[in-house]
């Protein structure tokens, strides 16, 4: 085969694998969440957690996510889960977000979702 020829079979692979995959297996449901304190001020080094239950975040067991810490802007940003609502642990020394918020709503499919919640 010549170049040219090659070239065009490789393009028409690549449009042909890329339209094989539909939305949802190209973007993942995520959640983007931004922390706060009481003041509005964003927090960083907060640790974040999330629950499929209640039950599970009310004995903190059964953890849909690994715990991660938000960032200098006070976000932390969770990939790859189900279009469900969820519970959130937030915390940070004596602060965390119990009363201010601890369930989302129902998370977008194939969408990064966000929301702010509050710690104090």
Same mark, same amino acid.
């Given at each position: ?5 090659? !070239?065009?079979?490789? /393009? ?11 939305? $949802?297996? #190209? ?12 003041? /509005?001020?964003? *927090?960083? +080094? ?12 009310? *004995?903190?067991?059964?953890? %849909?996510?690994? &715990?991660?810490?938000?960032?200098? !802007? +006070?976000? %932390? @940003? ?5 279009? @469900?609502?969820?519970? #959130?642990?937030?915390?940070? +020394?004596? !602060?965390?977000?119990? +009363?201010? /918020? ?5 998370? *977008? *499919? ?6 702010? &919640?509050?710690? $104090?």
């Amino acid at each position: 085969m010549n170049n040219i020829m090659m !070239k065009s079979i490789l /393009g028409i692979l690549l449009v042909t694998s890329l339209f094989a995959f539909n939305s $949802e297996q #190209i973007f993942n449901t995520s959640v983007k969440i931004n922390v706060r304190n009481e003041l /509005g001020n964003i *927090e960083e +080094g907060v640790a974040v957690q999330l629950f499929a239950t209640e039950k599970d975040y009310r *004995e903190e067991t059964n953890p %849909v996510t690994d &715990i991660l810490h938000t960032d200098k !802007k +006070g976000n %932390v @940003k969770f990939s790859e889960l189900e279009g @469900k609502a969820y519970f #959130i642990n937030a915390s940070k +020394g004596d !602060k965390n977000n119990v +009363g201010a /918020g601890v369930q989302t709503a129902p998370l *977008e *499919e194939s969408k990064i979702n966000k929301l702010t &919640i509050i710690i $104090e």
